[in-house]
């Protein structure tokens, strides 16, 4: 079931969430919606499932328009980032909710029920409140809540964004798993690079209420289609007029005619990293992240000079603002 | 409220017994104002024993008169029930010129007395209505004046409900295929419904004793639209106090139930709450 | 979706109808009323030295009865909020109780205590006070019948504010009741003025219970709403809906009052 998303604008007031946002999402993909806050990412996403209404633009699931539709006849999942647990409702209750409004026979709700848990990995908890649950489990519910009434599109905004930081990585191992096994078309909005990096096959990357640029990890990480989207997705200096990864920063002790003067104002030990901070002639400060190893090997120290070059980088046409 | 135990200790025997003279003098004012008074009238309405309270008490008039105020107090506080959740969601939900005067204006009932507010509904509503309507001296008439004073319970207790729920629940559930009358009915309603009844339970204890509205909108006829405070009203005018306090006893025992069930109810809501 | 829009304006208009049928319209109809035939018999009937008196002796009645509840409201609420001892629930039950009791019992209740006949009133008619039919049996009524506002939107604030900031005046050399005066009280003074807005509407309002514990001599022990009542029984509606307007009048501004100060508590 794949997405169309055309044109899509919206406005609350005098912020523009969405400008002209046009978005293909592949059928069966696990797509991650990525950016800062405010760019217009859980927007979309509630665009798509028609919690919002876009100002202009249309949305297509599975090449039937589905602007005008309300959410519940879109066929959307849409799990949120704080559970939206029904917490007068046991965890049977809450999975078998959507059953039970769709009226299915009660012999198919209670099946399915046990099924979906067994997935998600809750089976003892069924009766259980949600209050008495952790944040974790507590969103494998909503998620199999979500999924009870087989959606065609799985939706999830900021899905592990209040849970901590092990159980959240737990969780997206976890996320990747299920979607492996069970092949619904994925979107998930999240704030952090790491995290769609390491979950999605594909990365939308949003800004300012538009779309930066579109592909897989690796595209994204080393073809960014501006600064922007380079500096999001991984770190970056800066070299002259030239964007530059840190660790693509050759540090030398001999110049040989390509590299330029620096010194190093300060080193950071990071385990099994080092960050020289450099500054330039012109002023210009420049970081380079080199292994333990190789800093070694230089014999690198505060107030030294060396020369850099970049051994790889980016020239972008305009200077990137904010 | 942790402090040092130092600062405990110097302040200690010094406060303490302040703080017992505070207790004391709180529960003297008390017990002048409300429970010697009111021991008076539990007292004097078994004073000349069960068999004279019973008697006092299903007097025929006074019959008629306790169930008219049950029976009427317990339409009022269903009909507010349903109009108190579609004031309140109206108010918490929806947006339109003046919604801030008009959520003003649910608290005038408090503001006004009672007795102005039986004149206005009569003005209105009485014979010389000018839309016709006359239920002056009917039992519509006492319906109307409990409707008027009780109006604010139900809305200001679902408010603050409806205001701090989180929308994502009712997405959640249109998002599962409920439409918004399912999600209302299976998600709404069971989260306001504790405040629902705390509303409907103090609204109902305020139309059984209620008195300056009804005295004026109803015509007070004995048997018809006699509520039970009037018919105690007239009973100590002509000087009958004991079967006074005989019917007293039964709407004061009415209330403290009321607030009895009421307090129950909402400790056992903050013992399994979230 | 149409019908989500059409059901969101029935029910709008629904709300808004029932409240404009029991609350807006009635008040406009007295109003219109009121001034069917002018300004001037309005203010003559509001200035008659029967209903002087009775706006004066409500205000002298709200004026005791209030300050009186304040304080005690203050207190109950230190004592409720702060100290823990046997029988703490059965106060805070007791204080609930004027709000679920009949102004008619509250009358009857009072009588048979302070009237001549009365469990105190006759060892107080001994001493030549009289409470019952005269002022001091209208002001234990009206005090009944406010008694429990001020506690109950203190309490919560104060709650709230907790001892911290007193103990740290302790420490600076303060005495308690310096430091309550000096420290505690302000923090909680909005939630006191909200209490005392809501017990003086209660006070100006009240009827049921002082019309009992009064005897209703006109010009004597006459509330500005017995006034009402008295005027209403005897046909002159225009001094009925007069004395009722100004009554209205004095509820706006309560309700102006408790609007503002809600913002303030942060309601």
Redesign the interface.
Known sequence: MSILVRNATRRFGDFTALDDVSVEIPSGSLTALLGPSGSGKSTLLRVI???ERPDGGSVEIDGRDATRL???RRG???V?Q???????MTVRENVA??LK??RRPKAEIKARVSELLELVQLPGLADRYP?QLSGGQRQRM?LA??L??QPSVLLLDEPFGALDARVRKELRAWLRHLHDEVHVTTVFVTHDQEEAMEVADRIVVMNHGRVEQVGGPRDLYEHPANAFVMGFVGPVTRLGEFFVRPHDVEVRRQPNGTTSEAMVERLVHLGFEVRAELVLHDGQHVWAQLSREDAEELELAQGQIVFVRPSRTRQFAEVPAG | MAASTLTRRRVGTGARGGAALLRGTVTLYLSLIVVLPLTAVVWRSGRDGWGAFWEAATQPQALAALRLTFAVALVVAAGNVVMGTVIAWVLVRDEFPGKRVVNALIDLPFALPTIVAGITLLALYGSSSPVGINIGYTRAGVVLALAFVTLPFVVRSVQPVLLTMEPDMEEAARCLGAGPVTSFRRIVLPTIAPALLAGAALAFARAVGEFGSVVILSGNIPYRTEVASVHVFSLVENDDVGSAAAVSVVLLVTSVLVLAGLNLLQRRRTSHAD | MPTERTGRLGLRFLALGYLAMILLVPVGAVIWRAFGDGIAPVWQAVTTPDALHAFWLTLLIAGIAVPLNTVFGIACAVVLVRQRFHGRRVLDAVIDLPFAISPVVIGLALILVYGQAGWLGSWLAERGIQVIFSLPGMVLATVFVSLPYVVREVAPVLREVGTDQEEAAWTLGASPLRSFLRVTLPAIRWGVAYGVVLTTARALGEFGAVTIVSGRLAGQTETLTLYVENRFEAFDLTGAYAASLTLALLALLVLLAMTRLQRKEGR
């Open positions: 499932a028609g919690l309300p959410p519940q959307v999942g849409f949120f704080h559970y939206a647990a029904f917490k007068h909710f959507g409004v769709a209050a909503a809540r979500s009870a009434v």
